[in-house]
Structure formats: structure tokens, C-alpha cells
């Protein structure tokens, strides 16, 4: 909403108010900054903390503003911010049949045998030091850890989640003797490293039940950032997710909010039938297919 009003109004207000906060979100607890996507909240005041429940609206909704955002202001880093989200929604919640599954879990097992809040995205600095090596240290000094806020006895130990610290690339080229690009090709191998890493933990469950206004979110927003960015696999990625949520939420030609395999939930709210239907109209608008306003 703020977004439309600075482009309607042209008052820079209301565009301060949204990239100041998508940058404060990016930089913090909200972003994965390892996987892509986004957790569902914040728990502290500061943004670094998140509880880590990964929902498909959210990721959807912020996928759609990020690229609304960038079309106006060409920002490389909302655009690579865009492109992790899309990847981690495809390769994560993405089902076989090409719809979307609505969340992942918080929890997930930890060393101990036992699941814990966190236990898949949390890191500590020791691991993080003999993980990168020589480029252990710029890779600290970029990134902070914070301990969960409901951090307790030796559940959690010194570990915590990352968030982007408030040295400026700049002083990090001077301290580290080292150029902006050098820096973050470092950086961005750094956080490889531990993607691949941490691929090796026992993953969070999966609620693999179809939504039908999520699924609609997903589908306009996979559409609209694959017209923006020029990539028509995401769009032919959001017509098989439209196809296939479409065939499991409906029944005796009726449209359902939820489907869990064979199983379908109540008749879809408005807000399912809606996101449904302006999915449907965003990728008629994308392909010209006529199918799609029926």
C-alpha cells in the first residue's frame, strides 16, 4: 500500500518508509541469509532473532513487493534477495506435482537427538571458523550472531542465528585490505559453504497441505517477478502450480480452501477464490492463454 502511494504521490515518505524497512528485514533475523526466504517474525525488538517457521504466504507476498521495489529502483541487492526466495520456494516447498506445500516446521533435531526451535538455521562462531578457514574471520565481522530469545542451559550453547552486521562492505575492504568486489565474492562463497553444510542437518518437517489463497499468492508472485526479471521458467513454474493446486482444491466443481492428498477442507473463503482468481488473470495477462479466464 505504502509502495502504490509513493508511486501515485510521488512522495518520497512513503517510499523511505518501505525500503528502510526492507532493508532493515534483509539485513536482519527476518531473511535466511544462508537458504533464502524468510521466517515468519520477529521476537526482539532489534529484527535479529526470528521465530523460524517458513510460511508460503509470507514468501510470496515478499517476493511480489521486492520486485514491485526493484522495478523502480534497480536495487542488485533486492534483486539477488528476489532470486534466493524464488529458488528456496521452489526447491522447498515446492510438491511433486508442481503446487506449493504451506509451510516448514520451527523445529527440526538438533545434535542431541531431540528437536529444537531453530536447530536447522542456528550457527556458532567456532563452527563458522573452521568451516571457512582464512576467510573465517571477514565472514564474522559481516555477520552476527545472535542466541535465540528463548536460549536456555546447553540446548542451545553459543549458538544463535545470523544477521548482517552494520559494517558497511567500505570498512570491511579497508579493515580486511581487500576490494568491495573481492569482499563480496568472498562472502557470497562463504555462505555456499555453509548452504552446502548445513544441507547435512535433519531438515524440518514439511506441511505439505495445498492453500488456496497461498498457492494463488505464489502463483501471481512467481508470474509478475519472472515477467520483471525476464525468466519464463518461474512462469512456467507458476502455470504448473496453478494447474496442479487447482486440480486438488477442487471437488464436484467446486473450488476448496485446502487439500492434504486425497482429502479436500471446507469450500475456499473469499480470499481463496480471490487470490485464485487474480492469479489466474496475472498469468493470462503473461502467456495471452485464454483458458485461464474461464
Same mark, same amino acid.
Given at each position: 500500500m505504502l509502495w502504490r502511494a509513493n508511486i501515485r504521490t510521488g512522495d518520497v515518505a512513503f517510499a523511505d518508509a518501505v525500503t528502510d524497512t526492507l532493508t532493515h528485514m534483509l539485513g536482519g533475523g527476518f531473511y535466511d541469509h544462508v537458504g533464502g526466504g524468510f521466517f515468519r517474525y520477529a521476537v526482539d525488538a532489534a529484527w535479529r532473532v526470528p521465530?523460524?517457521?517458513?510460511?508460503?504466504?509470507?514468501?510470496?507476498?515478499?517476493?511480489?513487493?521486492?520486485?514491485?521495489?526493484?522495478?523502480?529502483?534497480?536495487?542488485?541487492?533486492?534483486? =539477488?534477495?528476489?532470486?534466493?526466495?524464488?529458488?528456496?520456494? %521452489?526447491?522447498?516447498?515446492?510438491?511433486?506435482?508442481?503446487?506449493?506445500?504451506?509451510?516448514?516446521?520451527?523445529?527440526?533435531?538438533?545434535?542431541?537427538?531431540?528437536?529444537?526451535?531453530?536447530?536447522?538455521?542456528?550457527?556458532?562462531?567456532?563452527?563458522?571458523?573452521?568451516?571457512?578457514?582464512?576467510?573465517?574471520?571477514?565472514?564474522?565481522?559481516?555477520?552476527?550472531?545472535?542466541?535465540?530469545?528463548?536460549?536456555?542451559?546447553?540446548?542451545?550453547?553459543?549458538?544463535?542465528? %545470523?544477521?548482517?552486521?552494520?559494517?558497511?562492505?567500505?570498512?570491511?575492504?579497508?579493515?580486511?585490505?581487500?576490494?568491495?568486489?573481492?569482499?563480496?565474492?568472498?562472502?557470497?562463497?562463504?555462505?555456499?559453504?555453509?548452504?552446502?553444510?548445513?544441507?547435512?542437518?535433519?531438515?524440518?518437517? =514439511?506441511?505439505?497441505?495445498?492453500?488456496?489463497?497461498?498457492?494463488?499468492?505464489?502463483?501471481?508472485?512467481l508470474t509478475e517477478a519472472g515477467l520483471a526479471y525476464q525468466r519464463t521458467d518461474w512462469i512456467d513454474a507458476a502455470e504448473k502450480a496453478f494447474g496442479a493446486s487447482r486440480r486438488s482444491l477442487t471437488a464436484k466443481a467446486r473450488l476448496h480452501q485446502s487439500a492434504a492428498g486425497e482429502k479436500v477442507g471446507a469450500p475456499a473463503t473469499v480470499q481463496g477464490l480471490a487470490e485464485m482468481a487474480r492469479a489466474a488473470l496475472v498469468l493470462f495477462e503473461a502467456t495471452g492463454t485464454k483458458e485461464y479466464l474461464g
Open positions: 521465530h523460524f517457521e517458513k510460511m508460503l504466504d509470507v514468501n510470496a507476498t515478499m517476493v511480489r513487493l521486492m520486485t514491485d521495489v526493484w522495478r523502480e529502483t534497480g536495487d542488485g541487492d533486492l534483486q =539477488r534477495k528476489v532470486l534466493d526466495t524464488v529458488n528456496f520456494m %521452489l526447491s522447498e516447498l515446492r510438491l511433486p506435482d508442481g503446487a506449493f506445500a504451506g509451510s516448514l516446521d520451527a523445529d527440526s533435531l538438533a545434535a542431541g537427538g531431540h528437536e529444537l526451535e531453530g536447530a536447522f538455521y542456528l550457527w556458532d562462531e567456532k563452527e563458522i571458523l573452521r568451516l571457512l578457514g582464512d576467510d573465517g574471520p571477514l565472514f564474522v565481522a559481516a555477520y552476527g550472531i545472535q542466541p535465540p530469545e528463548n536460549a536456555l542451559g546447553d540446548d542451545y550453547g553459543d549458538a544463535g542465528t %545470523l544477521y548482517r552486521s552494520e559494517q558497511p562492505i567500505k570498512m570491511l575492504a579497508e579493515t580486511f585490505k581487500l576490494s568491495p568486489a573481492e569482499i563480496g565474492k568472498r562472502l557470497d562463497e562463504s555462505l555456499s559453504t555453509l548452504k552446502h553444510h548445513r544441507a547435512k542437518r535433519p531438515r524440518p518437517r =514439511r506441511d505439505g497441505k495445498i492453500i488456496a489463497d497461498w498457492n494463488g499468492m505464489a502463483v501471481a508472485a
